[in-house]
């Protein structure tokens, strides 16, 4: 997919998700939504999903694809440092990543963007896929457009 392509995609994919939500807030129900949509739509990929933060690690939430790790610390594995950065962690091969938390051997590329909310980290989008190098400083930002809607409609 072309970056400009890519672009108009996500823009696409945003206005599913802004309809998909609706009017609805509860966080639980707007994960599994969400984690469903980004899931079935994005190409190559073989998880999506959520982690909240609860005090010092990050649980498991909605997701789509094999079972996973239930809890990461903050600041251990890719999750965990997006979360302790407070910024997007995007990596083009997890093997080579230090202290990477194998929840699925079958994962070699990594997308992880922090849901910030008052300055302070609540949970993580996380993406995994099958395919290394699969993603790229446009589906960064598509997918942080992604969480800044899921954030404005959930509580």
């Known amino acids: 997919m072309k970056s400009m392509d890519k672009s ?9 998700l802004e309809a998909l939500l609706g009017a609805e807030t509860n966080r639980i129900a707007n994960a599994a939504n969400a984690a469903a949509l980004i899931y079935h739509a994005l190409p190559d990929l073989n998880w999506a999903g959520f982690y909240f933060r609860h005090g010092d690690e990050l649980v498991l939430g909605p997701f789509q694809g094999k079972p996973a790790c239930v809890r990461i610390p903050i600041g251990k594995g890719v999750c965990g440092t997006s979360a302790a950065r407070r910024e997007a962690v995007l990596v083009p ?27 302070s980290v609540s949970g993580v989008l996380d993406l995994d896929s099958p395919q290394p190098s699969r993603f790229d400083d446009t589906d960064r930002q598509g997918c942080e457009r992604l969480v800044a809607l899921f954030l404005a409609r959930s509580r």
């Not at 108009?8 to 599913?16: G, I, K, T």
């Not at 080579?96 to 300055?119: K, M, Q, T, Y």
Request: hydrophobic content about 40%; some cysteine; proline content about 8%.
């Open 93 to 119: 091969d997890v093997h080579a990543f230090p202290g990477h938390i194998a929840c699925d051997p079958g994962s070699r590329s990594e997308l992880v963007v922090p849901l910030v909310e008052n300055g």
């Open 8 to 16: 108009a995609f996500y823009r696409d994919l945003a206005r599913q």
